[in-house]
């Protein structure tokens, strides 16, 4: 009698025991504390900027950049289509990646001026960013469209960047969690895995206007992406997808907003056209 007592104690004991580490294993999880695992991706988006001789001198410095620091972080640099091939060269026996900034959905055929993603691949490219505000505005770019692109670069090996955010407008009246929730569910294929897809959250009020939102909206914001990543490809893979915050992003602001729980690197436009910067804001973040 006595001895069954004793064993039903420990059975509870053991049970408490493991019902908290349970408790604390899932906060830990929601908090976003696992981002340890995530390494940070500082990625460079030159836009419609570069010709062939200032471009290389870019990568060129980048590259020097970052063979002489060790930065615990991951490099991207999404040059204009035109002078990827030169830009690759000077990317060589570095761990700088070679991303474009756009992709057509289809494999090949009659599509006059456009690129498919093996085109990207066979210049040496391993990531393309899609669904950036500025194809979404001037080239009216869908949601549908771009969950078409997601899927053609990663049947082809790409990893996509796909952006998303809100205008000034939808801030003001409350919807930026809902903008993002509905770019997130419209424009995220089913296939995504943390391999082959980083989301960037980009508001389009903060991109190349020197405004940022705070450092709590933006987790907030992150958290809530990843809430939404979870309900639509499973908690484990929304825990080891990247989610890169846009918008700004300098030298001065980095530190902060690349500390962030969730916030897993950032995408940068101007502050990438300037190879001090560009590694400052790697030095600045990921210590
Ligand atoms: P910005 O651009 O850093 O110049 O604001 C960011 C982006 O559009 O990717």
Request: aromatic share 6%; proline share 3%; glycine share 8%.
């Amino acid at each position: 009698m006595q001895r069954n007592k004793t064993v039903a104690k420990h059975v509870f004991l053991l049970e408490s025991y493991f019902l908290v580490c349970y408790k604390y294993a899932s906060l830990y999880l929601q908090m976003g504390f696992y981002n340890m695992a995530r390494k940070k991706l500082i990625a460079g988006n030159w836009k419609m900027n570069c010709l062939t001789e200032e471009g290389v001198a870019l990568a060129k410095s980048v590259a020097a950049k970052v063979k002489e620091n060790k930065f615990n972080c991951d490099f991207l640099i999404c040059p204009p289509f035109t002078i990827l091939a030169a830009v690759k060269k000077c990317l060589r026996g570095t761990k700088i990646a070679l991303g474009a900034q756009d992709v057509h959905f289809a494999e090949k055929g009659a599509h006059t001026g456009d690129i498919s993603p093996l085109m990207l691949t066979d210049l040496g490219c391993g990531y393309t960013i899609i669904g950036h505000s500025e194809r979404r505005v001037d080239h009216f770019e869908t949601n549908e469209l771009i969950c078409k692109k997601a899927v053609a670069s990663h049947s082809a090996g790409l990893t996509t960047v796909i952006c998303i955010g809100e205008t000034g407008a939808e801030r003001d009246a409350g919807k930026t969690i809902k903008v993002c929730q509905d770019e997130i569910n419209g424009s995220v294929p089913n296939d995504a895995t943390a391999k082959n897809t980083v989301i960037a959250y980009e508001p389009i009020w903060a991109i190349g206007t020197g405004k940022t939102p705070t450092a709590a909206d933006v987790q907030e914001v992150h958290a809530a992406i990843r809430k939404a990543l979870a309900k639509k490809l499973g908690r484990a893979t929304a825990n080891k997808m990247k989610i890169l915050y846009g918008g700004s992003v300098k030298p001065n602001n980095a530190a902060e907003l690349l500390s962030l729980p969730d916030v897993d690197g950032a995408l940068i436009g101007g502050a990438s056209l300037k190879a001090d910067d560009f590694i400052a804001i790697a030095h600045n973040s990921c210590k």
